[in-house]
């Protein structure tokens, strides 16, 4: 892997924030856009920008055309049997949603759901919202110091009333990778149906779900170097049979009268209205560009980052990381001794340096810790170790004017 040559690929790692060269360490709230999704969505807009699925002209035509490609491309990317088990969404959030007033229709009360505590808040607060409108009880499973889930305890919270067990691939606050094979095996031996959230995962790890046997697979491409506003929901066909369409509109149709609607087959019955044209053409260029470094070497390359970040962040006293697993992508969380974390984020940006501070959407794993929030950087497969060893002496800069 030639990281100088895919550099040269991201036109904003060129630019200065105060003065200094950017250093981008907020890859796991976004990532950034490589040129050639840059020129897909400037080749969109300037050649064939038109309406999909009904246009007899040769825009409509090229635009659907290139759309539908896409979605072939990310059936591919993520090992799905069929095409129309991707539905295009416009993200993480939006693909949960989905399915969580989908299953409204599905419970009853006393019926139970299943989270892990590592959960974002997109996560977390539609299954409250299922919760209160079905009388079903939600679950959770707790997690450990080092920031992993107590398998034992899920273990035994799964049974009969089980209806839906949901859980992060990869933490966004901590970086731990969840078991999810086990997970998955042990909500299918009682009936209950798994959705994983992908939106961290798959920057780093290829997902096949077939052979993870997966009900629902979700994520954003804004995370994958493709543009904001487009993500997906993978589900079985079985699965997005039984579920009811989620708003209607145009699209979702198949005929349309006053005394009844019949819906479109999938995945248009989940697409109502026109969806994010130029952004899911974009995300199919994006997962191409990732394909082409190839996930193998991105997890190498960035394990090594990894290793490299912590060893040095540890020689800094007081420094401490949540979020310990062997099994972690490239996202360190941390404190130093009683600094707000807010405040070492505003010195390290003025020093030209993105990190993310806060709750990073993750408020329950912050009161286990019992801490306001952490400083969060992630890395990536364009970051490099020099970059790295910049940050940490900054960061040493900003604790010496703190303390
Ligand atoms: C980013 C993220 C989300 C939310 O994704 P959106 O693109 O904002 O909808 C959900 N879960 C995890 C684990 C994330 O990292």
């Not at 892997?1 to 630019?15: G, T």
């Not at 995370?223 to 989620?246: D, M, S």
Request: one cysteine or more.
């Amino acid at each position: 892997m030639n990281v100088d040559k895919i550099r040269e690929d991201f036109p904003i790692l060129k630019r200065t924030v105060h003065g200094k060269p950017l250093i981008y360490f907020d890859n796991a709230a976004t990532s950034q856009t490589p040129q050639i999704v840059i020129d897909t969505i400037v080749d969109y807009y300037s050649n064939y920008n038109a309406n999909i699925h009904r246009g007899v002209h040769t825009l409509s035509q090229e635009a659907t055309d290139k759309y539908e490609e896409a979605r072939i491309k990310i059936q591919h990317h993520f090992n799905a049997k069929n095409a129309f088990e991707i539905i295009l969404t416009s993200g993480t959030t939006h693909s949960i949603n989905m399915v969580a007033s989908g299953f409204s229709s599905l419970l009853k009360k006393g019926d139970e759901i299943i989270v892990s505590a590592l959960e974002h808040h997109s996560n977390i607060v539609p299954w409250q919202m299922l919760c209160e409108k079905t009388g079903a009880i939600l679950k959770v499973i707790p997690m450990n110091l080092e920031g992993s889930l107590q398998m034992d305890v899920y273990h035994n919270l799964v049974n009969e009333k089980t209806k839906l067990v949901f859980c992060n691939h990869v933490s966004n606050a901590l970086g731990t990778v969840n078991p999810i094979e086990e997970i998955i095996e042990k909500a299918h031996q009682f009936g209950a149906a798994v959705l994983i959230d992908g939106a961290q995962a798959t920057p780093h790890i290829k997902p096949d779900v077939q052979a993870l046997d997966v009900d629902f697979y979700v994520a954003s491409a804004h995370k994958l170097c493709g543009p904001t506003g487009v993500g997906l929901l993978y589900g079985k066909e079985e699965w997005l049979q039984k579920l009811p369409p989620y708003q209607g509109g145009g699209e979702m149709i198949a005929t349309v009268s006053f005394e009844k609607t019949t819906y479109a087959g999938l995945p248009h019955k989940f697409e109502a209205g026109t969806p994010n044209i130029c952004g899911g053409i974009a995300f199919g260029a994006a997962l191409d560009y990732m394909n082409s470094i190839g996930f193998d070497n991105i997890a190498t390359y960035e394990e090594e980052l990894l290793h490299y970040g912590t060893s040095e962040l540890l020689k800094i006293e007081g420094l401490k990381i949540y979020g310990t697993t062997a099994e972690k992508t490239a996202v360190i969380s941390f404190n130093v001794g009683k600094i707000h974390p807010y405040d070492i984020g505003a010195i390290l940006d003025k020093l030209g340096v993105a990190v993310r501070t806060g709750h990073h959407c993750a408020q329950p794993i912050m009161d286990f810790y019992k801490i306001p929030g952490t400083i969060r950087a992630s890395f990536s497969f364009y970051n490099t170790k020099e970059e790295i060893a910049i940050f940490i002496t900054a960061l040493k800069k900003a604790v010496l004017m703190l303390s």
